[in-house]
């Protein structure tokens, strides 16, 4: 459990908030692909905390930042916090990303509010000296996040595509993938956004013999392992995305 007081709480897109809390044994301890499990003060009759990946952690400051979509009514009463708001949180949570030892370049994928830790991936991976490419959508320009970060990692090559158009190529971010996948040179695929989107890149990967890696969104009620809301069915049974996942070996995923 840690404390937090929020430093910034920003609309960086349409209906997508930055939220930089201080937290600083939180903010050495995350991984990337983790979770943290926020209290979100303010209805009594909502008892469950809500789960968020982070966007990074700034170990010498003590700051974690995380991107959140309002979509009902914890993240609206989230995006009405101010500097300098108290709550609580529980983590970091759950197994982050993996990338098999070795890799050189890797490829992520990330879907409206799935760029997140696909872009902490990133971060870390290019720090470790791996090449990376991406591919982010939305489903329109004014909802796109995380383009300039990827820029300023100095990412080779970086698909844009939008369900409108309205930025980069017109339709969704897995086609760019599956052909840079076809072309090949990958050693690892890192994605996460909807469903449907996760799936396709994971078949992608597999025809092209690329390890994949996908994070998954379940609702959870505990964050901790003690409810099973949060099964997905997996090649190897029903795993709990709180404590085997977020991010699981897209291979084994049965059920999107
Ligand atoms: C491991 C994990 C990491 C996540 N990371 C992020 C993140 O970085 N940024 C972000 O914006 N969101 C993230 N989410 C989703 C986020 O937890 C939900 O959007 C949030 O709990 C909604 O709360 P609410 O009370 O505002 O909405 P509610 O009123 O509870 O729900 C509004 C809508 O969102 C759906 N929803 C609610 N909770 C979840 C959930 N846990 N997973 C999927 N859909 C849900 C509901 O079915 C409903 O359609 C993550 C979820 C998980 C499981
Ligand atoms: S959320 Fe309770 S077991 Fe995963």
């Known amino acids: 459990?840690?404390?937090?007081?929020?430093?910034?709480?920003?609309?960086?897109?349409?209906?997508?908030?930055?939220?930089?809390?201080?937290?600083?044994?939180?903010?050495?301890?995350?991984?990337?692909?983790?979770?943290?499990?926020?209290?979100?003060?303010?209805?009594?009759?909502?008892?469950?905390?809500?789960?968020?990946?982070?966007?990074?952690?700034?170990?010498?400051?003590?700051?974690?930042?995380?991107?959140?979509?309002?979509v009902g009514n914890a993240t609206r009463r989230m995006s009405q916090w101010k500097p300098g708001f108290t709550s609580d949180l529980l983590g970091p949570g759950g197994r982050g990303w993996k990338a098999p030892e070795g890799t050189k370049r890797a490829l992520v994928v990330g879907g409206g509010i799935g760029v997140p830790p696909v872009l902490c991936l990133s971060r870390e991976l290019v720090s470790a000296g791996v090449a990376v490419d991406?591919?982010?959508?939305?489903?329109?320009?004014?909802?796109?996040?995380?383009?300039?970060?990827?820029?300023?990692?100095?990412?080779?090559?970086?698909?844009?595509?939008?369900?409108?158009?309205?930025?980069?190529?017109?339709?969704?971010?897995?086609?760019?993938?599956?052909?840079?996948?076809?072309?090949?040179?990958?050693?690892?695929?890192?994605?996460?956004?909807?469903?449907?989107?996760?799936?396709?890149?994971?078949?992608a990967a597999a025809e092209a013999g690329v390890y994949c890696e996908a994070s998954l969104e379940r609702m959870m009620s505990c964050g901790f392992g003690a409810c099973s809301t949060c099964n997905v069915e997996t090649a190897d049974g029903m795993q709990g995305a709180c404590m085997c996942g977020p991010v699981f070996d897209a291979s084994k995923v049965v059920v999107w």
């Open 1 to 70: 459990m840690h404390d937090f007081e929020v430093v910034s709480n920003e609309e960086i897109a349409e209906g997508i908030f930055s939220l930089v809390i201080l937290a600083p044994r939180l903010a050495s301890a995350l991984k990337p692909g983790q979770f943290v499990n926020i209290r979100v003060p303010g209805d009594a009759s909502e008892l469950l905390r809500i789960p968020l990946s982070y966007v990074s952690a700034d170990a010498e400051h003590g700051t974690v930042e995380i991107w959140y979509a309002v």
């Open 134 to 203: 991406a591919c982010v959508g939305a489903a329109s320009a004014s909802k796109l996040v995380g383009l300039e970060d990827f820029r300023a990692l100095g990412c080779d090559q970086i698909c844009v595509a939008t369900d409108d158009g309205s930025a980069g190529a017109c339709g969704f971010c897995t086609e760019p993938a599956s052909e840079l996948l076809a072309a090949g040179g990958y050693d690892y695929v890192a994605t996460c956004g909807p469903g449907v989107m996760m799936s396709k890149v994971a078949a």
